[in-house]
C-alpha cells in the first residue's frame, strides 16, 4: 500500500492515543504503522531531500495539526496524550479526521490564519499538497515555509507555557540579544524585583538602558492596569525605555495606553513573541536548506 497522507493519518494517531496513555514519538509510529499495515520497506522511503523517512514526515505533521487543533497535549519533548476534545473527536467522527473537522475549532482557525496565504487565491499549503498551479516555485515554497513556522510557532509558545515564569524572563533576554540589543543583559526576576524582569545595558556605562518585564500568562490577557503598574515601575527606576511581553495578549485599552504614555514601550503579545524567536533562531534550528536555481540571463546574453 502507499504510506498515508497526513490528513488520513489523523484519525488513527488520536486512536493509538485512545487509552490515554503518554506516548513517545516511537512508539506512535510504530503503532499506526501497524495499524494500517505500513511496511518496514515504506517506513523507510525518505523524502525528495532524502533526509527524512517520508512516513514519519507525515506522522509528525498530522501530530501537529492534531496538537493545533487541541486533540493532543504535549506534556514535554517528544510525548503526546490525548485531551478531553480529542476523546470526543474520536466518537463523533468514526471514519476519518481531517483539516475540514479541524478547522471547525478556534484554536486551529488562529493557526491557520497566522500562515500568509496569497491574497488573490486560498492555497493549500498542507506538507502533502501540490502548490496551486498559478503559484511560481518561489511562491510555493514560501507558502510551505510560512505554514511551517506558524506550526513551529505555536509549539514554542506551547513549550514555553509548561516552563516556570523565570524560564521565560531569562529567555527573552536571550531573544533581545539575538535580536541585536546585544548589550549587557541582567535578569532582575524574583521576589522584590519592583515589577522589572531584566535590563539590557546597551552602553558600557549602563547610561541607555532597556527594561523587560515578561508575563507567562495561559487564560488571562494583560489589561492596561498591567502595563500601566510597568509603567510605574520604569519612573521608579529613572527608565524612558521599556518592553512588555507576554504569552497571551494585550486588551485595546492596554495597546492605545501604551501608545500614550510619555515613555518609550513596546508591546510583544505570545504570536508576536513566538514569531520573533522563529525569525531569529531562538528555541529553533535549522532542519533542511533548499537552494532554488533560476537561468543565469548573462550567461546567454551575446552582447
Not at 493545533?68 to 497535549?73: E, F, I, R, V
Not at 476519518?96 to 486560498?122: G, K, N
Not at 494583560?222 to 511581553?245: C, E, K, M, W
Not at 533542511?288 to 548573462?298: A, P, Q
Request: hydrophobic share 40%; aromatic share 6%; glycine share 8%.
Amino acid at each position: 500500500m502507499a504510506i498515508p497522507d497526513f490528513q488520513t493519518l489523523m484519525r488513527p494517531l488520536l486512536e493509538v492515543h485512545a487509552d490515554g496513555s503518554p506516548r513517545s514519538q516511537g512508539e506512535v509510529r510504530e503503532l499506526a504503522a501497524v495499524m494500517l499495515g505500513v511496511t518496514e520497506a515504506e517506513r523507510r522511503e525518505l523524502l525528495p531531500s532524502g533526509k527524512q523517512p517520508t512516513y514519519s514526515n507525515r506522522v509528525a505533521w498530522a501530530g501537529t495539526h492534531l496538537a493545533q487543533a487541541g486533540l493532543l497535549h504535549r506534556p514535554r519533548r517528544g510525548i503526546s496524550q490525548i485531551t478531553d476534545r480529542g476523546r470526543q473527536v474520536l466518537r463523533e467522527h468514526p471514519d476519518r479526521i481531517d483539516l475540514r473537522i479541524l478547522a471547525s475549532f478556534p484554536e486551529y482557525a488562529e493557526f491557520r490564519t497566522r500562515t500568509r496565504e496569497r491574497a488573490d487565491q486560498v492555497v493549500d499549503t498542507s506538507p502533502n499538497a501540490e502548490a496551486a498551479p498559478t503559484a511560481s516555485p518561489d511562491e510555493a515554497i514560501k507558502d510551505i515555509i510560512d505554514t511551517a513556522h506558524s506550526a513551529v510557532a505555536a509549539e514554542l509558545l506551547s513549550r514555553i507555557l509548561t516552563q516556570s515564569p523565570e524560564f521565560l524572563e531569562r529567555m527573552v533576554l536571550e531573544l533581545l540579544g539575538k535580536m541585536g540589543y546585544g548589550g549587557l543583559a541582567e535578569h532582575l526576576g524574583g521576589q522584590g524585583d519592583g515589577g522589572l524582569d531584566g535590563l539590557i545595558k546597551l552602553d558600557p556605562l549602563g547610561l541607555d538602558v532597556i527594561y523587560v518585564q515578561a508575563k507567562r500568562y495561559t487564560d488571562k490577557v494583560v489589561g492596561r492596569p498591567d502595563v500601566q503598574g510597568f509603567v510605574g515601575a520604569l519612573q521608579g527606576a529613572q527608565a524612558s525605555r521599556g518592553i512588555f511581553i507576554t504569552t497571551s495578549r494585550f486588551t485595546p485599552d492596554a495597546v492605545q495606553f501604551a501608545d500614550r504614555v510619555n515613555v518609550q514601550l513596546v508591546l510583544i503579545d505570545g504570536p508576536e513573541l513566538a514569531r520573533l524567536m522563529v525569525e531569529h533562531d531562538c528555541g529553533v534550528i535549522a532542519e533542511h536548506t533548499f537552494t532554488l536555481k533560476h537561468i543565469d540571463e548573462n550567461f546567454f546574453d551575446d552582447e
